[in-house]
T-cell receptor
């Protein structure tokens, strides 16, 4: 069984400041890791993914994440946030191959303050 | 590429009736399709996994007879909520994956309201 922990349910940040959204996972097998963003009343948009290779992954909208196997973490970062980044962010894990569904964290609500 | 659509995007039905939600992969063949459920201000929970031509695999606690899943082709899966009740009101999201690709592609979701 897999699990994902997003410790911060809500993160307020001032505009143009850096942000880090934390994600830790638990799994007995090798995993794929994902970050998704969800705007109000919309579906999920993939920000970035780690399948293999370089542990530093760059995604859309200036986001990046680093896979740390020893710490079982996949924290999401952005050096300078904008008002438009206000949304719900979900970290998710699947087994390698993706034959099973994704296990999602509870989500982190990123609030950008002017 | 890798676009997934859902229909309808929003549906209201009366308690006791059934409603069908379609999930289509528009530009690829989906070896596996997944159905998730999301309550307001909560995370997504996997309901079931389906492969074309096979019976769906349901997660623990999901009623098979209430949530009927049919994966009739490599581009279409349907979720039928039978005898819907207000507690079934939720946001239902499907996703699809391709063989050899590790990620899932998500549909835009269907908001179901049962009155």
């Amino acid at each position: 069984a897999q699990s994902v922990t997003q410790l911060d349910s809500q993160v307020p940040v001032f505009e143009e400041a850096p942000v880090e959204l934390r994600c830790n996972y638990s799994s007995s097998v090798s995993v794929y890791l994902f970050w998704y963003v969800q705007y109000p009343n919309q579906g999920l948009q993939l920000l970035l993914k780690y399948l293999s290779g370089s542990t530093l992954v760059k995604g859309i909208n200036g986001f990046e994440a680093e896979f740390n196997k020893s710490q079982t973490s996949f924290h999401l970062r952005k050096p300078s946030v904008h008002i438009s980044d206000t949304a719900e962010y979900f970290c998710a894990v699947s087994d390698v191959g993706g034959a099973d569904g994704l296990t999602f964290g509870k989500g982190t609500h990123l609030i950008i303050q002017p | 590429g890798a676009v997934v659509s859902q229909h309808p995007s929003w549906v209201i039905c009366k308690s006791g009736t059934s409603v069908k939600i379609e999930c289509r992969s528009l530009d690829f063949q989906a070896t596996t399709m997944f159905w998730y459920r999301q309550f307001p201000k909560q995370s997504l929970m996997l309901m079931a996994t389906s492969n074309e031509g096979s019976k769906a695999t349901y997660e623990q606690g999901v009623e098979k007879d209430k949530f009927l899943i049919n994966h009739a082709s490599l581009t279409l899966s349907t979720l039928t909520v039978t005898s819907a009740h207000p507690e079934d009101s939720s946001f239902y999201i499907c996703s699809a994956s391709r063989e050899g690709f590790g990620e899932q592609y998500f549909g835009p979701g269907t908001r179901l309201t049962v009155t």
